[in-house]
Nanobody
Framework: QVQLVESGGGLVQAGGSLRLDCAAS????????MAWFRQSSGKERDFVAA????????TYADFVKGRFSISRDTGKNTLYLEMDNLNPEDTAVYYC????????????????????WGQGTQVTVSS
C-alpha cells in the first residue's frame, strides 16, 4: 500500500517562500508520475503542478508559473514543491498525489487519474 506524507506547510507572510516535501513509501519505486494539488476552504481541489516519473517533464497551473517549482529525488522517493513570492490567494491545504499509470498531456492535471493521496499540509499566507 502506497503512503504519501506531506510536510513543510505553515504560516508565511506575503512575498515569502516555503518548500513542501512529500515522502512516498510502501509499494512505489520512485518511478511514478506525481503531482501537487491544493484545496482552499469551500472550493474544489485544484491542480498545481505535476512531474513525470523521470523528473524531466514538469507541468504547472497558470496561476503558479514562475513562482512554484516542482522536483523530485528518485533515490529518496520524495517529491518537492518550492513556492516563492507567495500571496494570500495561495492559502490552501496542499496535497501530493501519485498515479500508478503513466499520464500524458493535459491528463496530468486531472485529479481523478491519481490513485494515492497524502493527508495534506496547510499553507497559510498572511497579507
Amino acid at each position: 500500500q502506497v503512503q504519501l506524507v506531506e510536510s513543510g506547510g505553515g504560516l508565511v507572510q506575503a512575498g515569502g517562500s516555503l518548500r513542501l516535501d512529500c515522502a512516498a513509501s510502501g509499494g512505489t519505486s520512485g518511478t511514478n508520475d506525481m503531482a501537487w494539488f491544493r484545496q482552499s476552504s469551500g472550493k474544489e481541489r485544484d491542480f498545481v503542478a505535476a512531474i513525470n516519473w523521470y523528473g524531466a517533464g514538469a507541468t504547472y497551473a497558470d496561476f503558479v508559473k514562475g513562482r512554484f517549482s516542482i522536483s523530485r529525488d528518485t533515490g529518496k522517493n520524495t517529491l518537492y514543491l518550492e513556492m516563492d513570492n507567495l500571496n494570500p490567494e495561495d492559502t490552501a491545504v496542499y496535497y501530493c498525489a501519485l498515479s500508478v499509470n503513466r499520464l500524458y498531456g493535459t491528463s496530468v492535471s486531472e485529479r481523478t487519474l491519481y490513485d494515492y493521496w497524502g493527508q495534506g499540509t496547510q499553507v497559510t499566507v498572511s497579507s
